[in-house]
């Protein structure tokens, strides 16, 4: 599993971290809410583990966050706060289980298990998206088009997988920015035109119909294409 720690108490953070590493997972580990967003949202995790209580965001705004976002990642909250209205609480957030500190690290991976596997079987993991002739193959990161190979640069990579993921919906500048390029402001560039450019140049140029489409003072939409 790939698993998202976000606890403010370092010990608390260690002794989970050094629990699931050793038995093999992979984890990412924040100590405030507002790095453990920006994780949540940069990366795909099959579990978040995260405490109510932290600095700078707490865990229940966190995950209302992610949520209104469509991100389904299972989460289990771990908290201090133990009375029944915490708890209902924390599940009404769209938390998938609910434990109480202090813990038995046993029993957490169990509900940590239990919750990522619960997801698994409901939702399989994409592994290819695709917008009329045009395929991006997450496993392999290749991308064809009418079965020609497109050679993209890495960030060209990420900024058409988010076009592609939020296929038929606008696409803002501010959008871009917060999820391509993980910046929560504007630094003032033309960075996005840049690659918009380059990326149109690679999977547009030369072919029957663009795929990118600029909707002028909004952002960007790529939908079915309209052949002429």
Request: proline letters at 4%; charged letters at 30%; glycine letters at 6%.
């Amino acid at each position: 599993m790939k698993i998202l720690i976000v606890e403010d108490d370092p010990t608390v953070a260690n002794f989970i971290y050094k629990g699931f590493t050793e038995l093999g997972h992979l984890a990412d580990l924040a100590q405030d809410g507002k790095k453990g967003l920006t994780l949540a949202t940069a990366n795909s995790y099959d579990v978040i583990i995260l405490d109510r209580m932290l600095p700078e965001l707490d865990g229940i705004t966190l995950l209302n966050t992610i949520r209104a976002a469509n991100d389904n990642t299972p989460a289990v909250i771990l908290s201090a706060k133990n009375k029944v209205e915490d708890k209902v609480k924390g599940l009404r957030s769209g938390a998938d289980d609910y434990m109480t500190k202090p813990f038995a690290f046993e029993e957490l991976l169990a509900r940590t298990e239990v919750a990522a596997s619960r997801n698994k079987s409901a939702s399989p993991a994409i592994t290819e998206l695709k917008l009329g002739d045009l395929t991006l193959d997450l496993i392999n990161r290749r991308v064809t088009r009418d079965n020609q190979i497109i050679d993209l640069q890495s960030k060209e990579f990420k900024l058409l997988e988010y076009l592609l993921k939020n296929a038929g919906k606008i696409v803002t500048r501010t959008m871009l920015l917060e999820k391509v390029w993980e910046y929560n402001f504007d630094p003032q560039t033309n960075v996005i035109d840049v690659h918009i450019s380059r990326l149109r140049n690679k999977i547009d140029k030369g072919f029957s119909y663009p795929i990118i489409e600029t909707i002028r003072g909004a952002g960007y939409l790529v939908s079915e294409p309209k052949r002429p």
